[in-house]
C-alpha cells in the first residue's frame, strides 16, 4: 500500500501553485568534521581556512560573471552582499583566532564564527536583520563545503521540479534565473528572508519554514505547492495535481494581464485618485520601481545598508547611495526612512546582552537618538542627498511629540554642521511614522509639528493587539481587520484631516486585497506597498467605489470583532473583487 497523501503546513512566501517531482537538496548543511589541531599546525590551519575563502568567493564572482543585465536587481544585490561577507574581517578575525588560540580546525572555528555573528543578528527586534543571520550561516556553509573540497551549487538538471531544501542559498538562486523551476519548498526562512523576496522576484511558487522537510519527502515524489495558503501536499491524488496545474496556470496568465492593464494613472471606480507609492528595502529595487510606474517610493528602508558589516556606512558612502536613489527616482519624490534597528543588530561585536523585550527596547528612533555619532551621519548624508532631488525623512517607532521634537533637533544640528562644512544642502519634508498606540492618540499634536504622516500597520498591529510579528504562537491574533486596529486608522485620518497633513498607509494592510476596500474607505489616499503587490493593488483600486467603501467603513467602524468586520467586507465586495480574493488565494465563500 503506498503512503496516504498528507498536507504539510509552512509559510506562503511567493504566491502560484506549483506542481513536479521533488528534487532534494541537502548539501546545505554540510557538517563540519571538529578536532583539535596540535602546536604548530594553526599557520597551516590558516591557510587552508584563507584557500577556502578564496574558493567559495571565486565561485560566487563566476556566478555572479554568469548572470546577464537581465538578472533580477535584488539578487544581483545579495550576491554582493554575500561576497562581501567573504572579506569581512569580523568572520575572518574571529576564526582565526578560534584557530590561533583554541586550537580547533578551520571548520570549528568557521563554524564558531558564523554562531557567534548569527546569534548576535538573531537577537535583532526586527524581522528583517533576524533573517540576515541566514544569510551569514549560508556564507559559512559555503566554506565549511569548500574546506571538505566540495562545492555547494546546486544539480543541473532542475527545469520542471519541485526543489526542496533546508535553506537555498541566495547564490544558488542564479541556477533558477536561467532554469525555472515548478516551485520551491524550504525547512528555514520566513515570509522576509532573502530567499523569499528573491522568490517573489522570481515568481516561484514557494513555501519555506516546513521544518525537517527534506527528511519527509523522497526524491522525485509528486508534490504540490501552493505559495497562496502555504500548503505543501505529498502523494497528491492525480485529480488534484491536474487541478493544481491549472490554479497555477491561471495565476501566471492573471499576473500577466494586471501587469499589461499598468498606466500611470491610478483611481478608484468612481474617479478618486490614488497616490500608489512603492515600499522599497534594497537600492537597487528603486529603478525597478520606476519600472513598475509607480508615483515615487513611501518607505525606503535605510537599514540594509547597515548589514553585513563591522562598521556602519559612513556619511560620504550613505548620501552617495541616498543621491542615487534620489536620481534614479527623479522627478518622483522618495520617503526615505531613518534607521529602523535594534542595538544588537548594529553591535554584533559588543556582546550586548539580550534584553527580555527587545521590541520594547532600543529600537528604531530610540536608537537614532541614543547613538548620536551614528544618527547624525545618517541625517547629514539625508541632507546632502535632499540637495540631489525630493527626499521626505521618515522617522520611525515615534512614541509622541517630545521624541519628535529630539530628532528634529538632531536634524536641525546636522542642517548646522553642513552649512558650517560650506555643504550643500536641501530642505526635505520632515514626517513620522504612526506605528504605536501613543503616536495614535497623539497623531493631531505630532501632525501640527511635522510635513506628514504615514502609517506602518505591521508594527501598529504589533503593538496595538500585543502580537508579536515574529512569534507564529500568536500570529492567529495578528488581526488587521480587528475594530481596534480600524477604530486607531480612522483616528488617524481625522487627525492629519484637521490639520491638512498629507497622510499615507506604507504598512502590509495597504497591500492586502481584502482590507484594501476598507482602508480606502476609512479616507487613505496614498499606498505605500511592496513592488511585488503594486500590479493587484492597482487592479482593487480601479474596482473600488468610495461612496460604498466609505458606507462599509462606517458599518465596520461599529463592530464587534474581525469576524463581523470580514463578513460585512466580503458581503459587499465579494462581487466586483471576489475574483481577484480567490486568484490570490484569500478564502471569502
Ligand atoms: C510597519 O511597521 O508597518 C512598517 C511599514 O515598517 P516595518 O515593516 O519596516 O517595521
Ligand atoms: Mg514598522
Known amino acids: 500500500m503506498g503512503r496516504p497523501r498528507e498536507e504539510l503546513r509552512g509559510i506562503g512566501a511567493s504566491p502560484g501553485v506549483g506542481v513536479g517531482p521533488a528534487l532534494l537538496v541537502d548539501s546545505q548543511n554540510p557538517h563540519a568534521r571538529h578536532h583539535h589541531i596540535g602546536s604548530g599546525e594553526a599557520a597551516f590551519e590558516i591557510e587552508r581556512l584563507k584557500a577556502a575563502i578564496e574558493r567559495s568567493r571565486c565561485e560566487l564572482e563566476d556566478i555572479r560573471a554568469r548572470l546577464g543585465e537581465e538578472a533580477p536587481a535584488d539578487y544581483r544585490l545579495i550576491l554582493e552582499a554575500h561576497l562581501m561577507m567573504h572579506s569581512d574581517e569580523l568572520l575572518i578575525d574571529v576564526a582565526t583566532k578560534a584557530i590561533e588560540d583554541e586550537a580547533v580546525n578551520a571548520e570549528w572555528a568557521v563554524e564558531r564564527a558564523v554562531g557567534q555573528i548569527a546569534r548576535h543578528l538573531a537577537q535583532a527586534p526586527v524581522d528583517y536583520f533576524r533573517d540576515r543571520s541566514a544569510d551569514v550561516e549560508h556564507v559559512g556553509r559555503r ?97 488534484e495535481c491536474d487541478r493544481a496545474r491549472l490554479r497555477g496556470q491561471r495565476w501566471r496568465q492573471f499576473t500577466q494581464k494586471l501587469r499589461e492593464q499598468a498606466g500611470d494613472r491610478v483611481e478608484t471606480r468612481d474617479g478618486v485618485p490614488i497616490e500608489l507609492l512603492a515600499n522599497v528595502d534594497l537600492p537597487a529595487e528603486a529603478a525597478l520601481a520606476q519600472e513598475e510606474g509607480v508615483h515615487g517610493i513611501g518607505l525606503y528602508r535605510t537599514e540594509f545598508l547597515f548589514m553585513s558589516r563591522r562598521e556602519p556606512p559612513s556619511e560620504d558612502e550613505q548620501a552617495q547611495v541616498y543621491s542615487d536613489i534620489v536620481r534614479v527616482s527623479a522627478p518622483r519624490s522618495v520617503t526615505l526612512r531613518t534607521i529602523d534597528l535594534g542595538g544588537d543588530a548594529l553591535s554584533i561585536e559588543s556582546h550586548a546582552p539580550r534584553v527580555p523585550n527587545p521590541a520594547l527596547g532600543l529600537r528604531a528612533i530610540r536608537l537614532g537618538l541614543a547613538r548620536p555619532e551614528l544618527f547624525h551621519d545618517q541625517l547629514k548624508a539625508l541632507l546632502r542627498a535632499a540637495a540631489e532631488g525630493r527626499i521626505r525623512v521618515m522617522f520611525p517607532l515615534i512614541s509622541g511629540v517630545h521624541e519628535l521634537r529630539l530628532a528634529k533637533a538632531a536634524l536641525s544640528q546636522a542642517r548646522r554642521e553642513l552649512l558650517t562644512r560650506g555643504e550643500r544642502v536641501g530642505e526635505p519634508e520632515v514626517g513620522v511614522m504612526i506605528e504605536l498606540p501613543s503616536a495614535v492618540v497623539m497623531a493631531d499634536r505630532l501632525a501640527r509639528e511635522c510635513d506628514f504622516l504615514s502609517v506602518g500597520t505591521n508594527d501598529l498591529v504589533q503593538y496595538g493587539l500585543a502580537v508579536d510579528r515574529a512569534n507564529p504562537e500568536v500570529a492567529y491574533l495578528a488581526e488587521s481587520l480587528d475594530p481596534a486596529i480600524l477604530r486607531m486608522l480612522d483616528s488617524v485620518v481625522r487627525a492629519a484631516s484637521a490639520v491638512d497633513k498629507p497622510l499615507s498607509m506604507c504598512g502590509d494592510m495597504a497591500a492586502d486585497a481584502l482590507v484594501l476596500p476598507l482602508v480606502l474607505g476609512l479616507g487613505y489616499r496614498v499606498l505605500s506597498v511592496p513592488l511585488s503587490a503594486v500590479p493587484l493593488v492597482r487592479e482593487v483600486v480601479r474596482r473600488v467605489d468610495t461612496t460604498t467603501a466609505r458606507a462599509l467603513a462606517e458599518k465596520a467602524l461599529d463592530c464587534a470583532t474581525a469576524e463581523e468586520v470580514r463578513a460585512a467586507l466580503v458581503a459587499e465586495f465579494a462581487g466586483q473583487l471576489g475574483d481577484l480574493w480567490s486568484e490570490t488565494g484569500i478564502e471569502h465563500a
Not at 509528486?222 to 485529480?239: H, I, M, S, W
Open 143 to 239: 566554506i565549511i563545503a569548500q574546506l571538505a573540497g566540495r562545492s555547494s551549487s546546486l544539480p543541473a538538471e532542475l527545469a520542471g521540479s519541485v526543489l526542496v531544501t533546508d535553506d537555498l542559498h541566495p547564490a544558488d538562486a542564479a541556477q533558477l534565473i536561467e532554469t525555472p523551476v515548478a516551485a520551491l519548498v524550504t525547512g528555514l526562512g520566513s515570509a522576509t528572508s532573502h530567499t523569499a523576496i528573491l522568490a517573489r522576484t522570481l515568481e516561484i511558487p514557494t513555501v519555506v519554514g516546513i521544518a525537517g522537510i527534506v527528511e519527509q519527502v523522497g526524491e522525485g515524489d509528486e508534490l504540490v505547492v501552493d505559495g497562496f495558503a502555504g500548503r505543501v501536499v505529498l502523494e497528491p491524488e492525480p485529480a
